[in-house]
């Protein structure tokens, strides 16, 4: 059973920076794709990045571009999340994600359904 497990929300003024984690377990994630999403009150759950655990090639909404990064420690089993200059807009519950179809090319994963496995997300609020 894989979980996944976020942390590092909280409240931060625009500007500051912020690492989310996604400690995850129940199998090695070779082949897999793990990604964040996150959610607005009244949005939809968007795309913000993900990884592939093979290989590390990695993808980003244009909306985060060269002020997020997503990486991943293969021993701990982790994925992060560091944002920088982060804008009121950012304000959302952010969601780790495992895909088990770690064969597609990027688009594939900007999509809730290409998903098999979520945490309970964590809460990350921008001040301005």
């Known amino acids: 059973q894989v979980q996944l497990v976020e942390s590092g929300g909280g409240l931060v003024q625009a500007g500051g920076s912020l690492r989310l984690s996604c400690a995850a377990s129940g199998r090695t994630f070779g082949g897999y794709v793990l990604g964040w999403f996150r959610q607005a009150p009244g949005q939809e759950r968007e795309f913000v990045s993900a990884?592939?655990?093979?290989?590390?090639?990695?993808y980003y909404a244009d909306s985060v571009k060269g002020r997020f990064t997503i990486s991943r420690d293969n021993a701990k089993n982790t994925v992060y999340l560091q944002m920088h200059s982060l804008k009121p807009e950012d304000t959302a519950v952010y969601y780790c994600a495992a895909s088990a179809r770690g064969y597609y090319s990027g688009s594939y994963y900007y999509t809730r359904t290409s998903y098999d496995y979520w945490g309970q997300g964590t809460q990350v609020t921008v001040s301005s």
């Open positions: 990884i592939k655990w093979s290989g590390g090639s990695t």
